[in-house]
């Protein structure tokens, strides 16, 4: 790993920290001041209002109520009931093997399941990231970084997906069978393993590839044997068509104040819904390229740098994306601020900050916070062909 550093690269990284975490507590603060009904004041939503999703899910189909997860309508009007008829629409949106998580959880109060399920997320990805070998700043920088507490405040998912996808990255060579397992638990969010089947065969590994398929296909097979199969049918038939609408909607929608995708961003431009996903292929097709080219046998680039540059990767490949899903970003900003002298460590710093104003630029209707993952893995790639072809000397160690 790079040692060169200078006292402005250490400020810089301090810096960005500090602000990062000074942010992030204001708005985890803000979020908890509740009115009468339990709703945050600010947002007018239950301060873990996604997190629902998954312990109110869970709680129906322990109780033999699956069917009602797929009915819009009865999904919300039992939410309303259980918390507050002031309730914003909210709809479920998740394969049905995420019940597997969603009803254990939900066997809890829904204060202390979010709290389970937020240090179990850190967690996982603390292990995750182990194999990174970070110093222990940068390693704590990962875990406590904007997108990181964008989860934190509505209980999303990211820091699990990250865990599953940069686990699995990691651990292709060394350990090829737990990798494909993190990535079969990973179909659980499928969007964001679009890349990994492209990584694997590029790579030759196939145990990796055979382990995933065994993992999704159990998981499948289980979801069935708990909920019934019928699970599956009401998801193609309901649910997917539902979460394609949500996407498909005109630009701009609220909820669109934290997408970053090439999607969003083709229809912030005037491109119609077949633009959108045209410019979406074509993004899809540019990252698989590039995840083919870093993962050839014969690629020489240090593998920590290839896992993080994927799993950014992935964040591009996705037509459906949200700040919640850029711990990646963070991680591989982090992973190239200590290992990558040649790299500017300021502009690695303001990448890892990125994800606090998603919104902020999102909400002023430019859409172009998709550029920020594409030019993080631009930026990291041209350095590393400068060395490659002799472009660029090797920096000398202080």
Not at 169 to 174: A, C, E, F, G, P
Not at 307 to 323: D, E, F, H, N, Q
Not at 346 to 368: D, K, Q, S
């Amino acid at each position: 790993m790079g040692k060169a550093y200078s006292k402005f690269d250490i400020t810089a990284g301090l810096c960005a920290v500090l602000l990062g975490l000074s942010i992030g507590f204001g708005y985890y603060i803000k979020l908890w001041q509740l009115d009468a009904n339990g709703l945050s004041t600010g947002i007018q939503k239950l301060p873990y209002w996604d997190f629902t999703n998954l312990w109110a899910g869970g709680l129906l189909a322990s109780k033999g109520g699956v069917g009602t997860i797929f009915d819009v309508d009865a999904y919300r009007a039992f939410l309303r009931s259980m918390f507050t008829p002031q309730l914003a629409d909210q709809e479920w949106s998740y394969p049905p093997s995420v019940l597997l998580v969603g009803t254990p959880l939900a066997q809890l109060p829904i204060a202390v399941a979010y709290v389970v399920w937020t240090v179990g997320s850190i967690v996982a990805l603390h292990f995750a990231l182990r194999p990174l070998s970070l110093p222990l700043l940068a390693h704590a920088a990962c875990l406590l970084s904007p997108s990181g507490f964008t989860n934190l405040l509505i209980g999303q998912n990211g820091a699990l997906t990250a865990a599953l996808l940069i686990g699995g990255l990691s651990l292709v060579y060394t350990r090829p069978i737990v990798a494909g397992i993190l990535f079969g638990v990973l179909t659980m969010k499928p969007h964001l393993g679009l890349l990994i089947p492209i990584c694997l065969i590029a790579s030759g590994s196939y145990r990796a590839f055979l382990s995933a398929a065994v993992t999704a296909s159990l998981l499948f097979l289980a979801t069935g044997l708990a909920f019934g199969f019928d699970v599956w049918t009401l998801f193609i038939g309901k649910t997917a068509p539902l979460m394609s609408s949500i996407l498909e909607a005109p630009y701009p929608q609220t909820y669109q104040a934290h997408a970053i995708t090439v999607f969003l961003a083709c229809r912030w431009l005037g491109f119609s819904v077949a633009g959108g996903y045209a410019g979406q292929a074509v993004a899809l097709v540019l990252c698989a390229a590039v995840a083919i080219w870093l993962w050839r046998p014969q690629n020489p680039i240090e593998h920590g740098k290839r896992a993080c540059i994927t799993a950014t990767l992935a964040i591009v490949a996705s037509p459906y994306g949200y700040s919640y899903d850029t711990i990646p970003m963070c991680v591989t900003a982090a992973f190239l601020f200590v290992t990558e002298p040649r790299l500017s460590r300021l502009a690695m710093a303001v990448f890892w900050l990125f994800p606090l104003f998603i919104h902020r630029i999102n909400y002023h209707e430019i859409g172009i916070t998709v550029l920020a993952p594409i030019l993080l893995v631009t930026y990291a790639l041209a350095a590393g062909q400068r060395r490659a072809i002799g472009l660029e000397p090797l920096p000398k160690a202080s």
